[in-house]
């Protein structure tokens, strides 16, 4: 494992294969050695110099305590400082839920470090707020309910992310989720950066109909993962990865 610095925190990656350089970027709850358990990273290696990043706050990355270290300005920073790291100029970018936020953030503060942007369920027109309510009527619990613990809960029945959890710090958790949940979606800046973007969600998934209208109003590339939810968006490589695949080897000149 390697480590960049950004903003006086160290920010853990690893890097296999050969090609182009693709950052992957996971959800809320993971670290970059899920893209691999999960089936992802052997099918782009052949291709890319694949960077698996731990989001700071989880895994080998540090764990601030304050939402501040958790912003969009500074998400993006901790990308750049590991594409500086390994000297790439620019790399494509594929994340998935919170790791598409980090992709929005770095397409929105730093569009000449990417080539391209694969983003996996996350609403981008009202960022993480527009789940909140269908969740919560959807599981009969009061609109006052504190959604964090819902997400830990959710994390906590998978046993990966729940690995994460136990050992990580619960105030930089905590902190993170501060930082995302009252972020707006930011579709205005990133429907204006001039970059080729490719978005994805399972029909389940409360994010799915956001990020195709999105979609549709930007003419950005757009598919659906039938009949998966949040969860199911991530562990369905196998039908991901055929509409991702073309998208990253595919001349956009």
Known sequence: ??????????????????????????????????????GYTPALTADHTVITVDPLGMGGSDAPQDPAAYTLARRADYVTAVLDDIGAEKAAFWGYSLGALTGYAVAVHAPERLTRLIAGAFDPIGGFRSAIGPTLRHLGLPADTDAYQLVKQGAAANAAQAAVVDAGEPGAFRAN??????????????????????????TADPWHEPMRTFADRTGIGFFSVPDADHQGGWDRSADVLPHVLPFLTGDLS
Do not use: C
Not at 19 to 26: D, E, I, K, S, T
Not at 178 to 202: I, K, Q, T
């Open 1 to 38: 494992m390697s480590f960049a610095r950004s903003n006086g925190f160290k920010i853990a990656y690893e890097v296999s294969g050969d090609g182009p350089p693709l950052v992957l970027h996971p959800g809320m709850f993971q670290i970059g050695a899920h893209w691999t358990e999960s």
């Open 177 to 202: 989720y501060e930082a995302f949940s009252h972020e707006p979606g930011p579709h205005v800046r990133l429907a204006a950066a001039d970059l080729p973007m490719l978005m994805y969600a399972g």
